[in-house]
């Protein structure tokens, strides 16, 4: 059973609350992939347990439960097309089939955002993925989602790539 989830109305956004529900959108994607846990059931359990809960006694920053379930059912919704999009913006040679399950997470939240969430700067969706692929990875991953939202986001939304729509609020 689905966890029913008000979007925002109006009012400014929490770029902390919209920060913590991408890095549980990816998380919850990773879940989905490695554990097979079904959508409604992951969704239900970040949203009850773990968005903004404390876990082993660390404080988990609140989130936006709304992006949150926005991102992670956008993504499964829209997974081909996004797939196709992520994998002419990597590397000659390279496929979401052959990354890690957390990287590809990463690129489909990311590449998601550019997509669906026009109201967030481009510049945004970059730096808050990189600093998600930062959170999990110490090697070129961070350079790789850094390199391929910016193509993405340059195909998706036009410009000049990051320098692109910056400012506004994430």
């Not at 499964?76 to 097309?81: A, L, N, S, Y």
Request: glycine share 10%; aromatic share 6%.
């Amino acid at each position: 059973m689905a966890v029913p989830v008000k979007p925002e109305s109006g009012g400014s956004l929490d770029p902390k609350a919209r920060s913590a529900a991408r890095l549980g959108a990816v998380q919850a994607l990773y879940q989905m992939d490695v554990a097979a846990t079904p959508l409604d059931d992951v969704i239900e359990e970040f949203v009850e347990y773990r968005l903004g809960k404390d876990i082993e006694g660390v404080d988990i920053e609140d989130a936006d439960a709304a992006h949150f379930e926005d991102i992670v059912r956008g993504v499964v919704r829209e997974q081909r097309e996004l797939d196709r999009q992520v994998n002419a913006a990597l590397a000659k040679g390279w496929t979401l089939a052959r990354i890690d399950s957390t990287l590809r997470a990463v690129l489909r939240c990311g590449a998601y955002e550019l997509r669906r969430c026009k109201d967030v700067p481009l510049k945004v969706v970059i730096n808050e993925y990189v600093d998600i692929a930062h959170a999990f990875f110490e090697g070129d991953e961070p350079g790789v989602v850094n390199a391929v939202l910016d193509r993405l986001g340059r195909e998706i939304r036009g410009g000049a790539g990051a320098e692109h729509g910056s400012g506004g609020q994430g």
